[in-house]
């Protein structure tokens, strides 16, 4: 199983993703456009791992506290074409201190760097003054995701798991096994 961690955008944090997406379109911005139903902010990328349990174990141990999320911009990773966020110390630390627990539970990921972003467009062909500041729309993350990812008919598909909610939240539960 293809897992990653993830928090996934409100209703209204979509909606302006959407926008964003559609203004690189009339940009001119050609590529795999992110489907609505699959924007997320990727926390940890796990790849291949068959212990789900172990994985919502160490996302249940790993207590957060609400934190605002708030688009910044769009940006790019050579042919992939994100929106940024500000910068959170609350975000950062918990997905040191998440990455660190599934390191001490020896479930694997991939090490590089946190940025925190959500992908809008891949194998993007744009120029870079496709790229702008965005509404500096805001939400408030009160959950974490366990993802599945698998290919689809017309592209990858992405299924919550499990989430587990901040420590002020009594909600944790699993989704799907």
């Known amino acids: 199983m293809r897992l990653f961690l993830a928090l996934l955008p409100n209703e209204e944090m979509i909606t302006a993703l959407t926008d964003i997406q559609n203004d690189l379109k009339r940009s001119g911005v050609k590529g795999r456009y992110t489907d609505p139903f699959n924007l997320h902010m990727t926390l940890a990328y796990i790849g291949e791992y068959g212990d789900t349990e172990r994985v919502i174990d160490v996302l ?7 934190f605002e999320i ?11 074409i994100h929106c940024t966020c500000e910068e959170n110390d609350d975000l950062n630390h918990y997905v040191k201190l998440l990455r660190h627990r599934l390191s001490e539970n020896d479930i694997p990921f991939d090490s590089k760097p946190f940025i925190p972003h959500i992908t809008l467009v891949r194998r993007a062909d744009f120029t870079p003054d496709a790229l702008h500041e965005t509404a500096h729309v805001s939400m408030f993350a009160n959950r974490v995701s366990l993802m599945h990812s698998a290919q689809g008919k ?3 598909v992405y299924t919550e798991l499990a989430c587990v909610y901040a420590s002020d939240e009594d909600k944790n539960e699993e989704i799907w096994e």
């Open 70 to 80: 708030t688009l910044k911009e769009t940006g790019a990773f050579r042919d992939l």
């Open 154 to 156: 017309n592209g990858m």
């Open 60 to 66: 249940e141990e790993t207590d957060f506290g609400p």
